[in-house]
């Protein structure tokens, strides 16, 4: 599963990192609100995907300490049924629990943050509460925050795992 999971972490973090240098330059100031609306939900979806693979590498690799910290943040729900924000907070207890990688973590303090805004930004669209004036701006900083995700320690140290 984490071999597979991981190998296919790698896959959608190329995939995303292509679409993301499409993306960029036909989302500026003047797009039509269908465009950057439809890139932004895409984005999304995509970036939602990368949460849930790297939780499954993660949940492989921290072994007996996944079901406790899944468990914590979850309230009974499996982890592919997480939201974003679930998913974020299981990387971030299993991390802190070293669970992911022993020897030291690998989500520093600028990640976090990171992690933190891709949520939050992520969930103000999804709730609507992005104004279309500033749709193509927050659409272009959701986008360089996912290119950002996508090459943090912790996706990088995930797709590369081959437990």
Same mark, same amino acid.
């Given at each position: 599963?984490s071999v597979r999971a991981a190998a296919e972490l790698e896959? =959608?973090? &190329?995939?995303?990192?292509?679409?993301?240098?499409?993306?960029?330059?036909? =989302?500026?100031?003047?797009?039509?609100?269908?465009?950057? &609306?439809? =890139?932004?939900?895409? /984005?999304?979806k995509q970036t939602d995907r990368l949460f849930q693979l790297?939780?499954?590498?993660?949940? &492989?690799?921290?072994?007996?300490?996944?079901?406790? /910290?899944? /468990?914590?943040?979850?309230? +009974?729900?499996?982890?592919?049924?997480? %939201?974003?924000?679930?998913?974020?907070?299981?990387?971030? %207890?299993?991390?802190?629990?070293?669970?992911?990688?022993?020897?030291?973590?690998?989500?520093?303090?600028?990640?976090?943050?990171?992690?933190?805004?891709?949520?939050?930004?992520?969930?103000?669209?999804?709730?609507?509460?992005?104004?279309? +004036?500033? +749709?193509?701006?927050?659409?272009?900083?959701?986008?360089?925050?996912?290119?950002?995700?996508?090459?943090?320690?912790?996706?990088?140290?995930?797709?590369?795992? &081959?437990?």
């Open positions: 599963m896959l =959608v973090r &190329h995939e995303v990192l292509a679409d993301i240098e499409r993306w960029l330059p036909e =989302v500026g100031p003047d797009v039509r609100s269908t465009l950057w &609306h439809g =890139v932004f939900m895409k /984005a999304a790297c939780v499954d590498v993660a949940i &492989h690799l921290a072994g007996p300490a996944a079901p406790e /910290a899944v /468990a914590i943040v979850s309230r +009974g729900k499996p982890s592919e049924r997480l %939201t974003m924000g679930e998913r974020m907070d299981v990387l971030k %207890t299993l991390d802190r629990q070293r669970a992911i990688a022993v020897e030291r973590k690998i989500i520093g303090k600028t990640d976090r943050q990171l992690l933190e805004d891709l949520t939050i930004l992520r969930n103000n669209f999804a709730h609507g509460s992005i104004p279309s +004036g500033e +749709g193509p701006e927050q659409t272009q900083r959701f986008l360089e925050l996912a290119r950002q995700f996508c090459e943090t320690q912790l996706v990088q140290t995930l797709a590369k795992a &081959h437990v």
